[in-house]
Structure formats: C-alpha cells, structure tokens
C-alpha cells in the first residue's frame, strides 16, 4: 500500500506563489509515477503535472510555464510549486502515485484558494 497525505494549500493572491507538498510512505518502490491532480467546484478531477522515475515531467497546458512537479531521490516527498497563480487555479489539489503493477493512490487533499 502506499500513503499519500498532502499539505500546503492555502489563500493567495493573484500572482502570487505557492508550494504544495506530498508525503510518501508505504510501498514506495512500487510507484512508477507520482502526480499533482486537481478538481475545482463542478469540474472533473484534471491533471496537473507528472514525473516519471526518470525525472521526465508533463503538466497540463494551463499551467505549463507557472507549475514545477519535483520530488526527492527516495520518493519519499512531492513538491508543486505554484507561481503566477490565477484565480482559475483555484480547486482541490490531489497527490497521485501509479504503481508499477497499475494501481492508483490518492491523497485526500488540499485546497487552494486564489483570489483576484
């Protein structure tokens, strides 16, 4: 099994930043991916960002340029870094790890609140 719990979300301002994290614990060895997912008040739950073993990233197009996916050599923590933050980005916030056997975990959460 592999836990997931989030933290660091909060209220900013337009523009400002933000960094959310994710503590790893469990079977750790067995994720292939971690992820940053969100879901936002009567919207579907969107990715955000990955990173592969290999420390190759994707991000969803609204927030390429803004967003930084990183985690630690032990897989152990996941960072969001968050700037230029607009209110739209504005949702939930979900840690994610894929195992390799094709299981997903999920975090419970952490919200994000940006006003204009």
């Known amino acids: 099994q592999v836990q997931l719990v989030e933290s660091g979300g909060g209220l900013v301002q337009a523009g400002g930043s933000l960094r959310l994290s994710c503590a790893v614990s469990?079977?750790?060895?067995?994720?292939?991916?971690l992820g940053w997912y969100r879901q936002a008040p009567g919207k579907q739950r969107e990715l955000v960002a990955t990173?592969?073993?290999?420390?190759?990233?994707t991000y969803a197009d609204s927030v390429k340029g803004r967003f930084t996916i990183s985690r630690t050599s032990a897989n152990n923590m996941v960072y969001l870094d968050m700037s230029s933050l607009k209110p739209e980005d504005t949702a939930v916030y979900y840690c994610?790890?894929?195992?390799?056997?094709?299981?997903?975990?999920w975090g419970k959460g952490t919200l994000v609140t940006v006003s204009s």
């Open positions: 994610n790890a894929h195992t390799i056997s094709g299981s997903d975990y």
């Open positions: 990173i592969a073993p290999s420390r190759t990233t």
């Open positions: 469990g079977s750790i060895f067995s994720i292939n991916a």
